[in-house]
Nanobody, 125 residues
């Protein structure tokens, strides 16, 4: 089975940095794309960033422009989200997701087949 396990969340102050990791448990599974989403209780899940696993391309919106970056280590089957200059509005549960194949916009949840359980990021002011 394909399991995605996030780590790296925590409670930090405004302006701090965190690096989230998402480890894929199945080494034989090669995703087409992986992404980070976040969700606040009572609100809809929102897209943060995504990237293609091979043929390196990254995707983002103005949501976290200039503060976050996405990367991956193919050898370790691990996805990262570097978050800098964190703000209270970044507080959310961050989940990683993997797409097994192309066919949907990789900036939308429809593209992804597998999801992690999420890691809590809390930014205090």
């Amino acid at each position: 089975q394909v399991l995605l396990v996030e780590s790296g969340g925590g409670l930090v102050q405004t302006g701090a940095s965190l690096r989230l990791s998402c480890a894929l448990s199945e080494h034989t599974f090669t995703p087409y794309a992986m992404a980070w989403f976040r969700q606040v209780p009572g609100k809809e899940r929102e897209f943060v960033m995504s990237m293609l696993w091979t043929g390196y391309s990254t995707f983002s919106t103005s949501l976290v422009s200039g503060r976050f970056s996405i990367s991956r280590d193919k050898a370790k089957n691990t996805l990262y989200l570097q978050m800098n200059d964190l703000k209270p509005e970044d507080t959310a549960v961050y989940s990683c997701a993997a797409a097994s194949r192309p066919g949907e916009n990789v900036m939308t949840a429809l593209a992804y087949d597998y999801w992690g359980q999420g890691t809590q990021v809390t930014v205090s002011s």
